[in-house]
T-cell receptor, first 114, second 112 residues
C-alpha cells in the first residue's frame, strides 16, 4: 500500500520569497511521484512528475522538486513566489507502471502575501 | 480542443435521490477515473476503468456505480446508499495506466 503525507495544510509566504511545500511518501515498490496544483473550484493541473532518471525534476511555472529516496521525500520548491501561485497543491504517488492510478496527500494551501 | 468535460459544474439533489454525473473525454484515452474530494482529505479514488466494458472499484466505491459502454464516456451514479454524498467530484483520464492523468473541471454535488 502507498501513502503520502504533506506537512502543513496551510503555508503562507511573502511575494518574492522561497516556496517550500513538503511531501513524504511510503511505497513498497519504486514510486512514481507527482505534484498537482488546483485553483478554486477547478480541476487539477500537473506541475511536474518523477518516474525514472534524474532526481531533480523541473516543472511548469518555475517549480521544481527533488526525489530523495533515502528520505522518502519529494518536496516542491520555487525560488520566488508570485501572487498567482496562491492555490492548493497536492502531492501524489503511484506504483511504477501504474502512473495514472494515484494516491493523493491531503493538500497544502499556499497563500502569497504582499 | 481536446479535453475532459464534466457536467454540470454544480448539482443539487434531495436526499434519497440517485444522481448521475457526466464525464466525457475526446483525448482517445483508454483509462478513466473518478475521484472524490472533501476538504482536508485530498482526493480519494472511487472507480476506475482501463478499457471499455470493464471497471474496478477504488478505495471508496460503496454507494456509487459506474458504466463504461463507450471509450469517451464514464458516467458516475451517486446512489441513495451513499451516506454522505455532498462533495466535489473529479473525473480524470489517461492514455493507459503508465502515463499521467488529466483532470476535468469537477462537479460540485450538494445533497439537501
Amino acid at each position: 500500500a502507498q501513502s503520502v503525507t504533506q506537512l502543513g495544510s496551510h503555508v503562507s509566504v511573502s511575494e518574492g520569497a522561497l516556496v517550500l511545500l513538503r511531501c513524504n511518501y511510503s511505497s513498497s515498490v519504486p514510486p512514481y511521484l507527482f505534484w498537482y496544483v488546483q485553483y478554486p473550484n477547478q480541476g487539477l493541473q500537473l506541475l511536474l512528475k518523477y518516474t525514472t532518471g534524474a532526481t531533480l525534476v523541473k516543472g511548469i511555472n518555475g517549480f521544481e522538486a527533488e526525489f530523495k529516496k533515502s528520505e522518502t521525500s519529494f518536496h516542491l520548491t520555487k525560488p520566488s513566489a508570485h501572487m498567482s501561485d496562491a492555490a492548493e497543491y497536492f502531492c501524489a504517488v503511484s506504483e511504477a507502471g501504474t502512473a495514472s492510478k494515484l494516491t493523493f496527500g491531503t493538500g497544502t494551501r499556499l497563500q502569497v502575501t504582499l | 480542443d481536446g479535453g475532459i468535460t464534466q457536467s454540470p459544474k454544480y448539482l443539487f439533489r434531495k436526499e434519497g435521490q440517485n444522481v448521475t454525473l457526466s464525464c466525457e473525454q475526446n483525448l482517445n484515452h483508454d483509462a478513466m477515473y473518478w475521484y472524490r474530494q472533501d476538504p482536508g482529505q485530498g482526493l480519494r479514488l472511487i472507480y476506475y476503468s482501463q478499457i471499455v466494458n470493464d471497471f474496478q472499484k477504488g478505495d471508496i466505491a460503496e454507494g456509487y456505480s459506474v458504466s463504461r459502454e463507450k471509450k469517451e464516456s464514464f458516467p458516475l451514479t451517486v446512489t441513495s446508499a451513499q451516506k454522505n454524498p455532498t462533495a466535489f467530484y473529479l473525473c480524470a483520464s489517461a492514455d493507459g495506466m503508465n502515463t499521467e492523468a488529466f483532470f476535468g473541471q469537477g462537479t460540485r454535488l450538494t445533497v439537501v
